[in-house]
Structure formats: structure tokens, C-alpha cells
């Protein structure tokens, strides 16, 4: 079945590490995206990528990076540079023309 | 400045009567409109779409109604159902732009 998987989806880390998030789809998307969501706050776009290699800035992309070597992968990397990563985070792919986003099925960070 | 509104944090509706839920808009050029669903802990899924060229969608129990002089869209769910318990989110896009989330509502569909 076609979809987007998301990996891991809890994870642990001690404050000042950084931690990747996989984010995987097998829908022959364009663009796909990360978001956060905080409790009362929706969804806050961090990164978007319409095209392999090559990535631009949300909202709140300071304390992230991304990369899109491949069309099917777009890894988020929280670094210690980020102030307050625990929160949960979504993975999400559209077809560059239009319709819907496709979401993963997220992924808790939390940082002791 | 939240272009995308969703003014009620939460509303409460009895299983078999119609659940309403409200989105507003700032933006006069978003001319495409999604509904969300998402339980804890979950991805959001897809409910429902409408275009600016339209004024209502329907798919089942869910109708979505677009008013554009008053940068208003509603999610009608009849009749509303305990599984329908969720937070729902309401998104808007410019055509070429990313899309924008309202802070979503909380429905709690009580048997």
C-alpha cells in the first residue's frame, strides 16, 4: 500500500544531542514536508522540499535541518541548537500540481 | 498574524445531531480548502476538500461549506458519531504556496 512512513515513532534523547526523524514515502510525490504540532498551536511548517536536493525554510526551521537526497526520503534533524524540540512531529507529501497532503503517522520527541 | 482561524478550542455534540465546526479565513487569494481529522497520537487524515469556485462539497456525512465574501468555511458532520471525536483542523492555500493551519477544534461526540 502506498503511504509514508514515519520512524521512530517515540523517541527519548538527553538535552544537547541531536536526533534525526525518518520520514519515507512510496507515492512518487514532489514535494514533501515537515511539520511540528504543539498542544492549541496546529500544525507549524518547519521545512518543505518541491524537489530532490533541494529544501527551503518554514516558519520555524531555526534548530533543524533537513537533506532530500532522494525523491522517496526526507530525514529532519532537531539539533541541540533547538530550544525546544519536545513536541510531535509530521511527515507530508502532495503532488506538486495539487490535491491533498498525505501525512505520516508522526513521530514524539522527547527530550529529558 | 494567524491567517487561519479556528475560534472554538472545542465543542461538545450529542451522537445523531449535527456537529458544526467553524474555520475563518484572512486571506482573500487562498482558493483551496481542506478539513483534517486526528486522534492523539496519529498523522492527520484527509476529510474533505473544496475549491474558491465552489460553495458546498459533500462526501457522506461530511458538507463543507465555503463563503467567500465573508472569508468563512464550515465541516458539517450529520449525523455525528462517537468515532467522530477528534480534533479537526482546517487548512487554506494559495494555488503554488504551502498551505496554512487553523489551530484546530476539539469535538467530543457524547453517546
Known amino acids: 500500500d502506498g503511504g509514508i512512513t514515519q520512524s521512530p515513532k517515540y523517541l527519548f534523547r538527553k538535552e544537547g544531542q541531536n536526533v534525526t526523524l525518518s520520514c519515507e514515502q512510496n507515492?512518487?510525490?514532489?514535494?514533501m514536508y515537515w511539520y511540528r504540532q504543539d498542544p492549541g498551536q496546529g500544525l507549524r511548517l518547519i521545512y518543505y522540499s518541491q524537489i530532490v536536493n533541494d529544501f527551503q525554510k518554514g516558519d520555524i526551521a531555526e534548530g533543524y535541518s533537513v537533506s532530500r537526497e532522494k525523491k522517496e526520503s526526507f530525514p529532519l534533524t532537531v539539533t541541540s541548537a533547538q530550544k525546544n524540540p519536545t513536541a510531535f512531529y509530521l511527515c507530508?507529501?502532495?503532488?506538486?500540481?495539487?490535491?491533498?497532503?498525505?501525512f505520516g503517522e508522526g513521530s514524539r520527541l522527547t527530550v529529558l | 498574524d494567524q491567517q487561519v482561524k479556528q475560534n472554538s478550542p472545542s465543542l461538545s455534540v450529542q451522537e445523531g445531531r449535527i456537529s458544526i465546526l467553524n474555520c475563518d479565513y484572512t486571506n482573500s487569494m487562498f482558493d483551496y480548502f481542506l478539513w483534517y481529522k486526528k486522534y492523539p497520537a496519529e498523522g492527520p487524515t484527509f476529510l474533505i476538500s473544496?475549491?474558491?469556485?465552489?460553495d458546498k462539497n459533500e462526501d457522506g456525512r461530511f458538507t463543507v461549506f465555503l463563503n467567500k465574501s465573508a472569508k468563512h468555511l464550515s465541516l458539517h458532520i450529520v449525523p455525528s458519531q462517537p468515532g467522530d471525536s477528534a480534533v479537526y483542523f482546517c487548512a487554506a492555500r494559495k494555488y503554488g504556496q504551502n498551505f496554512v493551519f487553523g489551530p484546530g477544534t476539539r469535538l467530543s461526540v457524547l453517546p
Open positions: 507515492l512518487n510525490h514532489d514535494a
Open positions: 507530508a507529501s502532495l503532488q506538486v500540481r495539487g490535491g491533498e497532503l498525505f
Open positions: 473544496i475549491s474558491s469556485i465552489k
